[in-house]
């Protein structure tokens, strides 16, 4: 198995922690799997209520507003929660699964019709905007404007401009849009909720958003471009998929644990805490390093290798304890029904080029995904 995607192995063997320097700032990351458990449940000493600070790069350059609910503790973390909440049962519903199959079928049918495809602009990009808008009860074609941010909206801003001012120009719209005429969506929920006997200021309802259009993008466009590229190399794992539907379940959970897109998470210590080694003053932050904790020896037999029938897979993709994944259902629809889809349709994939996305730390280097993707796909 590729070693670029863990390379938190020997410090992981060796004392459990790896010191990184992200933006002049020294961060102990924590990287055994009961550890990063332990550390992601004890929110008190471990705590999220640090606006900007969550993820790690921090990102006051990215936003101008704290991210909802994931940049806070509870009690107050929980009552947020609640308001978004039921936007994420959605993927529940039979008749959102099947919208998700068909939008499937007509992105793989279109792929097969063409000599090459570039999977990440036109396969991973396409399939995350649009299932996006089943998920938040918007218009199909709001999806057009999503896609035609690109792949990078948060992070490059237009020239001069403050970066991710695109995104909040558009929110700002939506919400606007709902004040004045609410309906069924997302924006007009967070219109029409009510915080602490109070309507959510201007401020909270653009934290909500933000996090749900910047917490569902990358890590989803990610997860699928790697999928599509190991089944490239694998074809006898299509076959195996194609034999039994219900393989797929197994089989995304060990492709969301070897390919988590999402290296890792910040926590403050708003008391300072002990950790291996290391003693963390007040105010200090420290990591959870969910991508090394997924390749935990003892507790995932044989780590590195890709089982699709892995079971049990106590993987930490989507985190764990109180800010566990909202979007978790959704993510794990969409790549179950691409996996069954892949497999029904799809004899084989053929990678003509790939650029690898490679996130790179003072520490360490680790493979996320793809930057480019150029596959030829050939059916059944
Ligand atoms: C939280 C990973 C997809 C929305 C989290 C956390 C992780 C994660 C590790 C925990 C953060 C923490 O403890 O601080 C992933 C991965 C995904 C994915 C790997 C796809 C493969 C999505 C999608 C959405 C989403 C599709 C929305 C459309 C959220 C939200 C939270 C969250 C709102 C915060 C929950 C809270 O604070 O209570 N995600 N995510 N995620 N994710 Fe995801």
Redesign the pocket.
Known sequence: MDESRDPFREARRRSGILECEFQGEQVPMILGHAEVRAA?KDWQTFS?DAPFR?PIPSEEEMRTVRQL??ETDPPQ?TAY?EI?EPF?RRPKDPEFVQRVRLLVRELLGGALSRPEVEVVRELALPFQSRA?TY?LDVPESEAKTWIGWGIHVFKDGADGEVKGAELERYIHAQLDRAEASPGQDFFSALVIAEYDGRKLSREEMLGFAN??FA??RD??IH?VSSVVDYLAAHPEALAFLREDSKRVIHASEEF?RVF???TH?GRVCPGGAELPGKTMAPGDRIS?C?ASANRDESVFAEADEIRLDRKPNPH????F????????A??RLLVRVLLEELAAGIAGIRVISSVPHVEKAAAYRRMTGFDELRVAFSGL
């Not at 304890?321 to 978790?328: F, K, P, R, S």
């Open positions: 992601a999220s969550v609910p994931i973390h929660r978004v994420f996006l998920l996090l749900t917490g569902g890590t989803v997860t969301f988590m897109p999402l998470i959870l969910w930490l993709s989507f985190g304890g109180t800010h566990i994944c909202l979007g978790a959704h993510a």
